[in-house]
């Protein structure tokens, strides 16, 4: 089991940053794949970034390639995702997930097990 934790979300102007966190916590929270999702008003809920067990390696959507940076801590448990150059249509509920499962597609959100409540991020233009 994962619990799942975010927080950071706000207000913001376009072209500010925002940063938020994950807290993970459960036994297996260390082997999880950990991604951000964010679901806008009336969309599906889409992928944004995830980041491997170990080693860092990373996978961007392209809307938020060479704006936003995932990265964890595994000491403390946390993912962060640091969005800078903001957009009005980064406006979305943000979501952290979490798997144990082997996939090909981290992309899918079905591929994920664990997610958190998530946090509102409103960018105004």
């Known amino acids: 089991q994962v619990q799942l934790v975010e927080s950071g979300g706000g207000l913001v102007q376009a072209g500010g940053s925002l940063r938020l966190s994950c807290a993970a916590s459960g036994r297996t929270a260390a082997s999880s794949v950990m991604a951000w999702f964010r679901q806008a008003p009336g969309k599906e809920r889409e992928f944004v970034a995830h980041i491997s067990r170990n080693f860092g390696i990373t996978y961007y959507e392209d809307s938020v390639k060479g704006r936003f940076t995932i990265s964890r801590d595994n000491a403390k448990n946390t993912v962060y995702l640091q969005m800078n150059s903001l957009k009005p249509e980064d406006t979305a509920v943000y979501y952290c997930?979490?798997?144990?499962?082997?996939?090909?597609?981290?992309?899918?959100?079905?591929?994920?097990?664990?997610w958190g409540q998530g946090t509102q991020v409103t960018v105004s233009s």
């Open positions: 997930a979490a798997t144990l499962a082997l996939s090909t597609n981290y992309r899918n959100r079905y591929e994920y097990d664990y």
